[in-house]
């Protein structure tokens, strides 16, 4: 069955340090996801890709953050100078076409910022 | 805008309890409501969802009802095993034009005990 995969599984970085989460979706599928979990809270939208561009985004997802999608599978998270408040796990998502609203999480990466 | 609100955890069940979570949710429009789990060390998977009122969605045992008067998707099991011990998320997706980003409950940790 195609799943979502992500890499790496753990980050461990200094803040201040520039990290990429990346992402491979489930093939054929046009919307991506970024979604994140700080520990103990909510699962968070991050934001949301579509045919080459950002379709939505949240507040979170400020100046440091980009994405993109570099090549025809993967899909990426920077974030440029990463703070203590980004350690969280970071989960990416695929949806695949309009009519479809389910979304198809990956395993997620757990970053941590000392 | 659009929240989820499911019963605080953690939830301990012998096992072939009955089992049911509560969620509510307050959103414009129609949204389609889904519960996603996940397993130690793994990433969300989608359990079950509806898309209209009075829709039942239902998979592995687990059964939920939207049901627009109460604004609530509760979940079910009429007997759960070991196997069900996860963390339960309720989420609902944007109605209308949009990315359909989700929004999600804090999540509730289930531990079924032999």
């Known amino acids: 069955e195609p799943e979502v995969t992500q890499t790496p599984s753990h980050q461990v970085t200094q803040m201040g340090q520039e990290v990429i989460l990346r992402c491979v979706p489930i093939?054929?599928?046009?919307?991506f996801y970024w979604y994140r979990q700080i520990l103990g809270q909510k699962v968070e939208f991050l934001v949301s890709?579509?045919?080459?561009?950002?379709?939505?985004k949240s507040e979170i997802f400020d100046d440091q953050f980009s994405v993109e999608r570099p090549d025809g599978s993967n899909f990426t998270l920077k974030i440029r100078s990463t703070k203590l408040e980004d350690s969280a796990m970071y989960f990416c998502?695929?949806?695949?076409?309009?009519?479809?609203?389910?979304?198809?999480f990956g395993p997620g990466t757990r970053l941590l910022v000392l | 805008g659009n929240s989820v609100t499911q019963m605080e955890g953690p939830v301990t069940l012998s096992e072939e309890a009955f089992l049911t979570i509560n969620c509510t949710y307050t959103?414009?429009?129609?949204?389609?409501l889904f519960w996603y789990v996940q397993y130690p060390g793994e990433g969300l998977q989608l359990l079950l969802k509806?898309?209209?009122?009075?829709d039942k969605g239902s998979n592995k045992g687990f059964e939920a009802t939207y049901r627009k008067e109460t604004t609530s998707f509760h979940l079910e099991k009429g007997s759960v095993q070991v196997s069900d011990s996860a963390v339960y998320f309720c989420?609902?997706?944007?109605?209308?034009?949009?990315?359909?980003?989700?929004?999600f409950g804090k999540g509730t940790k289930l531990s079924v005990i032999p």
């Open positions: 509806a898309t209209k009122a009075d």
């Open positions: 998502a695929s949806r695949g076409d309009r009519r479809q609203e389910t979304q198809y």
């Open positions: 989420a609902l997706s944007g109605s209308g034009a949009g990315s359909y980003q989700l929004t």
């Open positions: 890709f579509y045919n080459n561009e950002i379709s939505e």
């Open positions: 093939s054929n599928h046009l919307y």
């Open positions: 959103a414009t429009g129609y949204p389609s």
